[in-house]
């Protein structure tokens, strides 16, 4: 009998309604013969609204108390879900975190899931029952109550079925699955039939929303097929997989786009061995993530260093890095707000010489300056002025044909 | 040190405001040297929410995932009652059902508690922390999430005090404490300094609504020392504790009054050994309490049979007495929902001779027709038409001299 884990967001289980109907394809997966455990988020808005009653008495708020305010969320949505499927005539059981034994370090609001006891929930299948997992929350080995952080319901899901070994891991959300690009930028961008678990990573990680970084993570640590489905089609969506010799073919799976991120640039820095540690040292120890760095040096033995941070942390890495300025003579410091991180992604570049130049040729022929490259085995990315962000990804989902499906091997 | 639980209902936690008004009752009473452990209701109207979401899913909704869902409402008072002490530099930690080891019955919606550990709850008072316990939630052997039903968070105070072995519990709530009868029936009801465990067993059990009978039940059998009082007021509120000669000393300490019940009378009831018997055992199969009972038996060999049900189970027992009554061959089923029952209450009771007398002669004189009556040891209660429930209230309270406090001894 196929095990299988569905996952279904905030957006999914928003109201009463759209609980019926999603628990009305839990049903079906049940009448086909499948073992299901079911993932559900809290319902939209939930969250945000726990947080705010939070500030209203304490911001920031203890992060320990935090957890156990906003777990309520996805308890919530659990036992309705459980209870409709029972009014159905189909046995279920909720599981909250500490009861599926979703055990994680004790990092408050961002805990990451160090194992699963999957006893419970093996026994309730057992039974023939649908089991409703709580997303998004554990317990540390003391019981403490935790929170995996926003998106932590898709690492709850790939986290289960890796180790119940589920036959297949849908994660069911408001778009038909992964594009080569983000359908609201271009209209021509494709739905893929499949994607590689690295790409996907990339794709994550460079701004594509559709799946949280370490729930593909965690695929492809323990190889569980993934598929991203829209909750309101019947469309089979995306699957994220290990990839194979049909990936391997196509130079540029996807375009993928950031505009969360600033520029900061520091003058005529002195260019002597371990300028560049003084400035990223005091930086990093403020737990500032530095994107793309380049340094260029000049002749007169001065260099200019540039780099990337995410726009929320540009007031803080502005003051540390403007008082290493003064302590070591450099020049000025600036900034820039203003920018876009445009990125190809594809497992196929490690065989095809050349996608470096065809990104930036169409670039340039658009008459999109670049400001930064940064480059990886499977991606390239290029900041550019942000007001040429829609362009760029236009221009390089036609330069690399994304549009058109991959030959069928 | 003193160990003292406290116990604030939905009112006193009803939004961010009162939460920091109650919780800066707390921490008076941390600075004035006590270990204090707070048991939370949900805020005010919370759980009827919930239960409305629940039957928008499925009415009735399933028992087990009812309590799961309810149990939210206590989770979020005390995580934000803990994260407020936080933030006014008091340690503090929120405990659930689980967490605190209150472990119940799998009596789901009404569960009761066999047992608490308190080994977690101990721990984090040795740390100095102010714990903070969702009241009516516990946990069966496997780890599945009860509720104590209506009122439970009493429950669960008493019982944590009674566990912790505390120096006394303090029920918070929205009167200043138990009064002579309800103030808001007679304006000359008086707030009583102490009252035994076994006169405010009676006092709930026939009607008044300040404390949840199992609770008081709890905290006789462990002897806790309870007292109730007003969170929005400084007043010490009333002692519930062991009787002393005080009590003994005065006959009636209180009158109680409910208007939850209906009467129902056979007429022309053959009168044979074992027919009482026919009626009364389908309606106690029926889950149907039956509180008081008269049997007039008539010459010619018939009897008359008349007892009181809660109104709500009315239509119930009368569908299930009229096929009795024709089997049997009875006169004809009647039943009356404008009847009211009339309390006193008192320990001194015991020892003073004709306080029934003296309650009857006061309600005729008043032109108050008793239609049934019922006594025990330290409780008479009468059955009367319920437009006379204020006048009876005020007429025996005078009666009894309850306005004038006892003299000091």
Chains 1, 2 share one sequence.
Do not use: W
Not at 203 to 227: D, T
Not at 232 to 250: K, N, Q, R, Y
Not at 361 to 387: H, P, W
């Amino acid at each position: 009998m196929p095990l299988i884990v569905q996952k279904y967001g905030g957006t999914s289980v928003a109201n009463p309604d759209r609980i019926a109907n999603v628990a009305n394809r839990v049903i079906k997966g049940v009448m086909d013969g499948n073992k299901m455990v079911v993932v559900l988020s809290a319902m939209a808005g939930e969250t945000d609204r726990l947080i705010n009653l939070a500030k209203e008495l304490s911001d920031p708020p203890d992060p320990r108390e935090l957890d156990v305010l906003l777990a309520t969320g996805e308890q919530v949505t659990v036992s309705l879900f459980s209870m409709y499927l029972r009014s159905q005539g189909v046995d279920a059981t909720s599981l909250l975190g500490h009861q599926a034994r979703i055990y994680t370090d004790r990092a408050y609001g961002r805990a990451r899931i160090i194992g699963i006891d999957t006893g419970r929930i093996r026994e309730e299948l057992k039974k023939g029952r649908v089991v409703t997992v709580a997303g998004f929350q554990g317990v540390d080995e003391v019981g403490n109550i935790t929170t995996l952080g926003r998106g932590g319901s898709d690492t709850t899901a790939v986290a289960v079925a890796a180790a119940l070994k589920a036959d297949l891991c849908e994660i069911y959300t408001d778009v038909e699955g992964v594009y080569t690009t983000d359908p609201r930028v271009y209209e021509r961008a494709r739905l893929l039939d499949k994607i590689s678990y690295d790409e996907m990573l990339e794709m994550a990680s460079l701004g594509a929303k559709v799946l949280e970084i370490r729930s593909v993570g965690f695929a492809k640590q323990y190889r569980v097929p993934l598929r991203v489905r829209s909750t309101f089609s019947d469309h089979p969506g995306t699957l994220v997989c290990m990839e194979d010799d049909d990936m391997e073919a196509i130079p540029v799976s996807g375009v993928a786009f950031s505009r969360n991120e600033a520029r900061v640039s520091i003058t005529r820095v002195p260019d002597r061995p371990g300028i560049a540690v003084r400035f990223f040292e005091p930086v990093a120890a403020a737990n500032i993530v530095v994107d793309l760095i380049i340094q260029n040096t000049s002749i007169d033995g001065l260099a200019d260093i540039t780099f990337t941070v995410p726009k929320s942390d540009l007031a803080k890495t502005l003051e540390i890095v403007r008082n290493v300025a003064r302590e070591v003579g450099a020049g000025e410091v600036h900034s820039d707000e203003k920018i876009a991180k445009i990125s190809i992604v594809g497992v196929g570049m490690r065989n095809n010489a050349g996608i470096a130049s065809r990104m930036f040729n169409a670039l340039a022929q658009a008459g999109i300056n670049i400001m930064m490259i940064s480059t990886s085995e499977i991606k390239i990315s290029c900041v550019i002025e942000d007001k040429y962000t829609e362009l760029a990804v236009r221009v390089l989902h036609d330069a690399f044909g994304l549009e058109t499906p991959p030959p069928k091997r």
